[in-house]
Nanobody, 125 residues
């Protein structure tokens, strides 16, 4: 059974940093995984994604501030978040998918099959 468990969310002041973790129940080596952000009443938006070959893509809103890394030895995906803004607040979800066309669909939520329960990030000004 595929399981994804996020952690690391919390409250931080604007300009601060957080590191989110997502532990997978499967080997992350070669997996296509991503982080998504969701605020109340909005759809999940892709933040960062890693392809099976290690390539990473980011949304324009987080490029230069967030970094996605993956530790295959621990089967864990990370999202290093810096220079946090109020608009970064919300739920963050880890997800995994199969299939190709990643370069055009890597940040599209409807292409992902398995999801974690999410972890909440609060940013205060």
């Amino acid at each position: 059974q595929v399981r994804l468990q996020e952690s690391g969310g919390g409250s931080v002041q604007a300009g601060g940093s957080l590191r989110l973790s997502c532990v997978a129940s499967f080997s992350t080596s070669g997996a296509i995984m991503a982080w998504f952000h969701q605020t109340t009443g909005s759809e999940r938006e892709g933040v960062a994604s890693v392809y099976s070959d290690g390539r990473v893509m980011y949304s324009d809103s987080v490029k230069g501030r967030f970094t996605l890394t993956k530790d295959n030895g621990k089967n864990t995906l990370y999202l290093h978040m810096t220079a946090l803004k109020s608009e970064d607040a919300g739920m963050y979800y880890c997800a995994e998918r199969y299939g190709g066309f990643w370069t055009i669909s890597g940040l599209k939520a409807d292409r992902y099959t398995h999801w974690g329960q999410g972890t909440r990030v609060t940013v205060s000004s």
